[in-house]
């Protein structure tokens, strides 16, 4: 019998896709701010931060290689973070990881901007959009992408063929309304930094933190029901044969 501790919210869909799309607002919101307060830069596209990396490779502009290239391997390292974080934190692992997010959204405003190569200003938040794409994963154990729409799109178009020509795979239906979620964030975040300026991180950063006081009670509330113990898991994208490695900290010892 798998290890009650490892249960973790959200466990089903009913509670799962809410947080998604959720989530899915606050990265492209969190995104669209970065993107206009660090002179294009993007905070979760890596694929158009790599692009760039090309470029300025290609360019011989050694500050801009090494603005995206730390921004890459920064976002990259988020998701490590995030994972490891998860397995400690067990069935508190998504509350534990959205006040953590929260905090990196906000501590940005106080961090020094840095210079063009080393935009240190930028680095919580890429940081928190990093270990965002560790929060959340699907009944197979895969990660959620929910900063980044690439694949949510290719997935969308793949089933929309598939739905012609048999039947689409579950999470297709989940695509449309991602990609939906992530552009009305970045909207929202548009507006949210012509009005505020860099303090419109205050406003994902809040998000995040009401996101992290719900998951708590719910997880709390829902501990004994299928919304909440659901079947233990490994870490996202982890081998199919790994064994879940997620404690909760209440149950050790």
């Not at 233990?232 to 909760?248: G, R």
Request: net charge neutral.
């Amino acid at each position: 019998m798998a290890d009650e501790s490892n249960k973790a919210f959200p466990a089903s869909a009913a509670t799962r896709v809410p947080f998604a799309l959720m989530l899915a607002g606050t990265a492209g919101a969190a995104d669209s701010i970065g993107f206009l307060e660090f002179s294009q830069l993007f905070m979760s596209f890596m694929s158009g931060n790599t692009t760039r990396f090309g470029v300025a490779v290609a360019g011989f502009d050694w500050d801009g290689t090494t603005r995206f290239a730390s921004v890459i391997a920064l976002f990259c390292f988020g998701a490590f973070l995030g994972t490891l974080i998860a397995a400690w934190a067990g069935r508190f692992r998504l509350s534990v990881l959205l006040i953590i997010q929260a905090i990196l959204f906000a501590i940005g405003l106080l961090v020094p901007f840095g210079t063009t190569a080393f935009p240190l200003h930028a680095y919580p938040i890429v940081l928190a959009l990093g270990i965002q794409n560790a929060t959340l994963q699907d009944e197979a154990g895969r990660s959620l992408a929910i900063t980044y729409v690439t694949g949510t799109v290719v997935r969308f178009g793949a089933g929309v063929a598939n739905l012609i020509l048999h039947k689409p795979a579950p999470s297709f239906w989940l695509q449309a309304p991602l990609w939906g979620a992530l552009s009305t964030g970045a909207v929202v975040g548009g507006f949210l930094h012509g009005w505020f300026g860099e303090r419109a991180f205050l406003f994902p950063a809040g998000f995040a933190a009401l996101l992290a006081v719900v998951a708590l009670v719910l997880t709390i509330w829902l501990k004994d029901t299928p919304y909440v113990s659901g079947v233990a898991a490994p870490q996202p994208d982890a081998h199919p044969e790994a064994k879940p490695t997620a404690t909760a900290p209440a149950a050790a010892g």
